[in-house]
DNA sequence: TAGATTGTTAATCGATTAACAATC
DNA sequence: TAGATTGTTAATCGATTAACAATC
């Protein structure tokens, strides 16, 4: 059942959206106009309506937008209603910085376990989670009906641990490797290379000084 | 000096050309032509003659692209061939996670500094860098010509610290506060907002569950 | 009711893809 | 030379912006 399909560019923009209600509702504020909240985000009014408007009439004319009904909707949207159970494999600083990051816990990203090669790490806990062997990566999976798996180890290790990952029922992965994962259709992948964004800034960087010269 | 503008959709993918370039570089590959590629990378081949075009002829009719050339012409357009000396303010799990990466440092991205607010961090040291006090923060940015300033301090902190950089002589932010920083134009700023990247993935997890039903 | 503001259609702009002449 | 493949123009597609009738 294939509603029309929405462009990635509009989900993109949806956490934004979610980030400024947010905010507008925590300060009391109960309708906002496309107008203003253009104003306020720096994106055209007739953007916001279009977006909007992919997912039904959230406005009302006249009047604009509830802060709280829209902040809700679009949670709905995302998918934040509901709960998701993820771990994390490689407990190295980046995986133990995810792992002590609460703020995904408010959103419904329940952290469960933490995986690493690395004997010596195996035992470690963060936040409470233990740091198990990576043998028992598909029984603890399965056991535990986890969503979400978060990569936070090398590239080498990336594409055999994806492997692994598609004999089981996992529905997405965060991939933090610096490497294209070719996953299965019903596997989420959402890539964030951290090297990639700081060439853009390198490249932003350049580029200026050029301009000024 | 301003030559004719690359749109940030195209700047945006040199980063992944650069990858699997480097790959093909370190397999010995010495030519490729944008057919091949396509098929590696999955994208068109026309795109990939378009993006290349933006910045003159790399390739050459019949022959295809050089592979070694064509890495270092990107790496150039990216600015991988400076040096850019970098602090991290926030010593929390996020900031040590980027100090320890190493890799910043193959590209050109140099650990200079760390600062935090909790004089319980101050003196801690991250691959040999000090964790220092805020007071110090403007001093040791003009005493050691930092260019970029990395962000990993909760959002509530960031405004303050970005207006504080606004009086540097500071060329870019990395920030990873969930906040939308104003800044004047010569400094850059590139936001990696993980909760944003993460309710993506939540959204595709829920839409593919109902194209299921 | 009059004013405000949405929902939505039409116009514009930009990015991607297709096609092919130029040329190695 | 013939074949391959780029550089580049033209066609298409999609996303953004403008405009305005519908309606609260």
């Known amino acids: ?91 190295g600083n980046l995986g133990r910085a995810l792992g002590n990051y609460i703020n995904f816990e408010k959103r419904g990203f329940i952290f469960r376990g933490m995986f690493d090669q690395n004997p010596d790490l195996v035992g470690n806990s963060v936040r409470g989670v233990r740091v ?11 056991e535990n009906d986890i969503d979400i798996a978060v990569l936070t180890i090398p590239k080498t290790s990336a594409v055999s641990v994806a492997e692994r990952l598609a004999g089981t029922d996992i529905r997405a992965i965060w991939n933090f490797a610096h490497v294209d994962l070719n996953l299965p259709e019903r596997i989420q992948v959402e890539n964030v290379h951290l090297s990639d964004s700081l060439m853009k800034l390198s490249y932003n960087i350049s580029r200026y000084q050029q301009e000024k010269e």
């Open 1 to 91: 059942m294939e509603e029309k399909e929405i462009s990635q560019a509009v989900i993109g923009r949806l956490p934004r959206y979610l980030r400024y209600l947010g905010e507008l509702k925590d300060e009391g504020v109960e309708r906002i106009s496309s107008q203003d909240l253009s104003a306020l985000m720096k994106v055209t009014a007739s953007q916001i309506r279009q977006d909007f408007n992919n997912f039904g009439g959230f406005g009302q004319q006249g009047y604009g937008y509830n802060v709280g009904y829209l902040y809700d909707a679009i949670g709905k949207i995302l998918g934040l209603d509901r709960q998701y159970k993820f771990i994390i494999i490689g407990a």
């Open 132 to 142: 198990m062997p990576m043998e028992e990566l598909e029984r603890f999976i399965s």
